[in-house]
């Protein structure tokens, strides 16, 4: 069973599809990569074959049999389906604008003004609430290297099952050795679990792992990045273009503080995206071992550090999304072409933490 969507839609009228496993987000984000807007689903039963309606754009206890039926939001691979494409202006299946603030936003004390970083542009945001609590250049686009991976990581956790094995058919090596690359050391006949190229993908910050994420869950990188795109789209972020799921970028690669900061505190609602990006190492099972360790020093240095990304070319400079929390509130820094990243990021942390009042 392949991941993903096992087939090609039209972008109106039926569809039926094999689905490779994953969550409803997922098959949002794979359905409108292929200009299908669903407007709804009729899913096979997994006990008995017999169909689970889904109508988008109702109230929820009208989908009260799916969301039993596929608890979690997540519908299994091998799932038979028949999806309903409704023209482009239809009502999205799935909308994730922030995620939806929880919480209103803090309030602030005082009146001792932002520290001043060398960063070219920052973005501090609310975790509870998505305000924007300071902006220098947040919106500018800008090169963000790795910190691409975040939303790479987010697909790969929305995707098949972690524990789905991998066989991989990219030389690490040989990508460091043609461009620098930073990697996770896979070599082509590798067999690892998804999780393990999720760890070697955000600890190390591997390309090849990217790569082999992007290969196995959308079939080429090309259709993965396209996906990516997708995914900013239905996060409500309007300053994002990949060109590739690792970073290493093109003259159109581009992001925005604001946006890398807003696709972090999405992740950071998905329980297996905040265990990967909190871990300081990880050793792989798989082919062979391979020890994997955390670029983010913060996890070390600040309290309350439990993620997100570092990121580093000589386009981009050195780039970081942080989260931290503090007293139950988490807030998150992002950070582009900033040499003094982890200094620059713990002098907001403290700013943010000290001049808010939740």
Known sequence: MKPGLNTSLSPTGLNLALWGGGTMNALATATEAQGCRITA???????DGSLVPYLVGVPDFVNAEWQSVFAGGRIPAGTALMLICGATGTQAMVSVPSPEP????PRKI???PAPLVSAAAVAIVDG????LLYDKNANTPRPPASLTKIATAILAVEGTELASGVTVDVDGPRMAARDGSSIMGLRPGDCYTKADLLYGLMLPSGNDAAVAIAKYEAG???AFVTQMNTLVRRLGLTGTLFTDPHGLGSPQHRSTAYDLAMMARYGMTLPQFREVVGAPLRTTGGSRSIPLYNTNALLQRYPGADGVKTGFTEEAGRTIVVSAVRNGHRVFVALLD???REDSA??????VF????W
């Not at 689903?41 to 997994?46: G, M």
């Not at 929880?102 to 936003?105: E, L, V, Y």
């Not at 000290?354 to 009042?357: G, K, L, R």
């Open 338 to 340: 900033d040499q003094n």
């Open 346 to 351: 713990v002098t907001l942390l403290d700013w």
């Open 128 to 131: 509870d609430s998505g305000a």
């Open 220 to 222: 080429s990188e090309a």
């Open 110 to 112: 005082g009146l001792k």
């Open 102 to 105: 929880t919480a209103p936003a």
């Open 41 to 47: 689903i009729y899913a096979n039963r997994p006990s």
């Open 354 to 357: 000290q001049n808010y009042q």
